[in-house]
């Protein structure tokens, strides 16, 4: 009896040995199919979910760099800085969609005078027949583009959708040269006689702070000739222009000129 009762408890211990090895091997077995799963996952996601390198759009969506001119690597630096001085000859492949007070460029030949579309412009419509601005750019490709409006958008500043005829512009350039170089150019100053309820250096303070985030969002360059011109008053000195409506005086598109060329901009990596 003693034997046969010894007999079972060797027989117990055995099954229970084989039942302890069989969950060792059941546990190693998923821990190694665990293992594989997650390299494998690991795998999938380095070879398959690699971020592509993107850009933003003038129109703010991200695209491939490898699908545009521009690349992910390629961002502005603003305001553009001082720069050594290009040759009188960067304004002969340099376009100008400006103010009509910007006149003066041509006139006093700082820029050709072909080279330049002036207007009335106001922001949201830039790009509309009205102002002829798509047949000039379609005319002939320039290495440069500088932008100055929003004099007559000062009270518009709140609008979300302000700058969205700038990001059409910007585009339609880019359709006809995407290698081209877009700078934002700041509203100048008004003189303490130009002043007005609509138009006040405070009003084109605030615009060009806007005008500077958009651009820099945008990779757009943006130049800064309102801190260039301001004086301590934080209006336009009564010398730089006409006693007599808005227009500048001569020495004044030469000085403008004269910023421009030490002026170009640069990208950072």
Avoid: W
């Avoid at 003693?2 to 408890?9: R, T």
């Amino acid at each position: 009896m003693q034997l046969l009762l010894m007999s079972e408890g060797v027989i117990m211990q055995v099954h229970q040995e084989k039942k302890r090895m069989k969950f060792r091997v059941s546990f190693i077995f998923l821990f190694i199919i665990a293992s594989f799963v997650a390299c494998f996952a690991l795998y999938m996601r380095e070879d398959f979910d690699v971020a592509v390198p993107t850009m933003q759009n003038v129109d703010g969506s991200a695209v491939n760099a490898e699908s545009n001119d521009y690349t992910a690597d390629k961002t502005v630096v603003n305001p553009v800085p001082q720069s050594e001085r290009a040759d009188d000859t960067y304004f002969n492949t340099a376009a100008f969609i400006v103010l009509n007070n910007m006149s003066g460029l041509a006139d006093y030949k700082v820029v050709p005078r072909e080279n330049m579309l002036c207007g009335d412009f106001l922001i949201k419509n830039i790009c509309s027949d009205e102002y002829g601005t798509n047949a000039f750019l379609q005319e002939e490709s320039y290495d440069s583009y500088y932008i100055e409006v929003g004099m007559n958008d000062l009270d518009s500043i709140n609008d979300s959708d302000l700058f969205d005829g700038l990001k059409q512009l910007a585009e339609t350039i880019c359709s006809v040269n995407p290698n081209a170089d877009i700078y934002l150019i700041s509203l100048i100053p008004v003189t303490a006689a130009n002043e007005t309820e609509d138009v006040t250096n405070v009003k084109i303070s605030a615009f060009n702070s806007a005008l500077l985030k958009f651009a820099t969002e945008n990779n757009l360059f943006y130049l800064d000739l309102n801190t260039y011109f301001v004086g301590n008053d934080g209006k336009l000195p009564e010398s730089k222009s006409e006693k007599i409506g808005d227009r500048l005086k001569r020495d004044t598109y030469i000085e403008i000129g004269e910023y421009i060329l030490t002026h170009i901009g640069e990208y950072s990596a």
